[in-house]
């Protein structure tokens, strides 16, 4: 948020033949909103929170932010957090009292774990009824919200004087864009939110939120030292380097060094590039950990990764927290995972990228110059080229997954690994693919591979020297990644309303939501939501009629089976029930036959079915290690 916009006032909307209505509290948040273009607000109306929705109709009257009705709190959450993590931007979910904000917590819990910057806002009964046992009564007196949303936001706090709204609100909001980003929670009772403030925002939130650049100097001069003096390299690119993912494999091509990727930064690079051998962690391949165990390798940069269970192959001291690692991350708390390490550079990711590119370029215009000086410009000219990869071919990948035949397998029952290696080759190339907890994000993470056409900058040093190419060729943005999951918290039934933020976020490109049967029972009812935002979502549910990863997991862990049966669904015709057209796949013929450029370009949602075969094991054993 670099460039200042205007404050924006508050506007009545022109309506004929009505009398003016008196502007409120509530009034005064939408238009802070609108001050940080936040298009939407998810949530459920209710009583308490009535004041709100009153003033979102009158903001959706002018063009403002509007209301997503979603059919349960914890799909707001979900919404708003898909939608931040795509734009950048505040995500926004709302409830009512008692019940609806603790149905909230869960998905305000998914936003906490993953660092996305959301106000949570529940409302309160009037301060009169505190402590005489109203209905869904939610202050200190009752369940007290305020005090369960300190366990899961950066910020949590209940508004009790119109005086105060300003002050917390705009804490609460910059509270969830500082280092790490979060959710921040605020609790307004009934009164406040009614109570009149004809008046315009006090503050420029965004000239607030501007962050300087903030970089260990003395880290970035050492890993440049130690990049420069070391034999063979290995970068490691986690969800917290999307900004900078261009940069490090620039970096990388350079040094020639190989490119892994985390399960949740694995879109950071596109899956066939030349240099990319694949995914660590929780349903990774044997390729990266064959890189991380080479004896050759006496570096590994790790960027923007929190090195918990999900991202660092269950705390492997063998391949990854071991003294060859220098990691890279703005997040203290993410540093002190990595105390084994031989070197830590704290810094925005992208601004250390960017100094080490800088160094880099002046290092090969000292050395071509000297070369020039000893044996002549064209001996200068060969030194100082940077070496070559083969071009990218969307058909070659260069790492390995468990069970490559499979993919190719078109037998029946469907193998999951087959369908995620045609999910690709039947969707349009800028389909997001969002992957819900259970089997279908092992087998997503492991065998779904979008091709990116961002492959990483292809430029000369030279270039470098100027700050304003630094700038022109890309910091990659969150809205790029073609390929979400829910790291770390992993919630179940979350695709579906990450889906609709998705959505949102991006208006008329395909989302693929990809989901289990028991995931779908969760939260699959805000599929009815992008029937009514008229969303062209795509709900693809792997129906194995079980609970897929509890099953396997007993399998693997010498466990009883218990617990993991789901009655047979008939998904497709719920959908049908619902409006929305179903498809029921038994066989990749019929798969393969469905036209999906038809389906892409409804004005709404489809849902695809799949029965896939039960009894294919995914690639869970670095979930079970860090089991057991």
């Not at 000086?373 to 080229?385: N, Q, R």
Request: glycine residues 8%; negative net charge; proline residues 6%.
């Amino acid at each position: 948020m670099s460039a200042d916009v205007e404050v924006v006032g508050i506007e009545q909307p022109e309506v004929t033949g009505q009398p003016a209505v008196p502007l409120t509290v509530a009034d005064l948040l939408v238009s802070y909103l609108e001050q940080l273009k936040v298009e939407y607000v998810f949530g459920i109306p209710g009583g308490a929170i009535e004041p709100l929705y009153n003033a979102l109709y009158r903001s959706e009257q002018r063009g403002g932010p509007r209301a997503i009705i979603a059919r349960h709190e914890t799909g707001a959450a979900f919404m708003a957090d898909a939608y931040a993590r795509n734009t950048g931007k505040l995500g926004v979910c709302c409830s009512t009292t008692g019940p609806g904000g603790t149905n909230m917590i869960t998905g305000v819990s998914s936003s906490y774990e993953n660092n996305t910057p959301l106000l949570v806002i529940t409302p309160q009964t009037t301060l009169n009824k505190f402590g005489r046992k109203a209905m869904q009564e939610s202050g200190d007196t009752g369940i007290n919200l305020v005090g369960m949303y300190q366990f899961c936001t950066r910020y949590s706090t209940l508004i009790s004087h119109v005086d105060q709204f300003e002050h917390k609100l705009v804490t609460a909001i910059m509270t969830a864009f500082s280092s790490p980003n979060g959710p921040a929670h605020i609790s307004i009772p009934a009164d406040i939110f009614y109570a009149e403030l004809n008046r315009e925002p006090s503050y420029n939130l965004t000239r607030l939120l501007r962050r300087p650049t903030v970089q260990d100097d003395l880290a970035v001069s050492q890993l440049i030292k130690e990049l420069t003096n070391s034999k063979k390299i290995v970068f490691i690119l986690g969800v917290g380097a999307r900004e900078a993912a261009s940069q490090i494999i620039d970096v990388a091509r350079l040094l020639d060094a190989v490119i892994l990727a985390t399960p949740d930064g694995k879109s950071l690079i596109s899956p066939y590039h030349p240099q990319f051998r694949g995914v660590i962690g929780f349903a990774g391949h044997h390729s990266a950990t064959e890189v991380l165990s080479d004896p050759e390798v006496d570096t590994v940069v790790i960027a923007g990764a929190s090195l918990g269970e999900f991202t660092s192959n269950a705390w492997d001291t063998g391949s990854v927290l071991n003294d060859r690692l220098i990691h890279v991350d703005e997040q203290e708390v993410n540093l002190m995972r990595s105390p084994m390490a031989k070197l830590h550079v704290r810094g925005r990711v992208a601004t250390v990228f960017e100094k080490v590119i800088d160094r880099l370029a002046e290092q090969e215009s000292r050395h071509k110059a000297l070369m020039k000086e000893e044996k002549g410009e064209e001996a200068a000219a060969e030194a100082s080229s940077v070496p070559s990869r083969q071009s990218v071919d969307p058909e070659i990948m260069h790492f390995k997954v468990d069970e490559p035949r499979k993919i190719f397998d078109d037998g029946i029952p469907i193998k999951p690994q087959w369908l995620m290696h045609q999910l690709t080759k039947m969707f349009p190339v800028n389909t997001r693919y969002l992957a819900d907890t259970g089997n279908n994000l092992a087998w997503a993470i492991h065998y779904l591979n979008p091709f990116d056409r961002r492959v990483g900058q292809r430029r000369q040093l030279s270039r470098w020297n100027s700050p304003q190419h630094r700038y022109d060729f890309g910091r990659r943005q969150g809205n790029n990644a073609l390929f979400q999951v829910c790291a770390e918290f992993c919630s179940m039934g979350w695709s579906p309303g990450s889906a609709i933020g998705t959505a949102l976020a991006n208006p008329g490109e395909p989302v693929v939501c990809i989901v289990g049967d028991g995931s779908f029972l969760m939260g699959g009812n805000e599929i009815t939501v992008a029937v009514q935002e008229k969303l062209p979502v795509i709900f693809m549910v792997l129906n194995d009629t079980s609970l897929g990863m509890v099953k396997h997991g007993q399998i693997l862990n010498g466990s009883a089976s218990i617990g993991h049966e789901l009655p047979p669904i008939n998904f497709a015709s719920l959908a049908e029930a619902m409006g929305i057209p179903g498809y029921r796949i038994t066989t990749p013929k019929e798969l393969k036959a469905m036209n999906v450029d038809v389906i892409c370009n409804r004005k709404g949602p489809t849902l695809i079915e799949v029965i896939v075969d039960p009894d294919e094991i995914p690639p869970i054993a670095t979930r079970i290690k860090g089991m057991n």
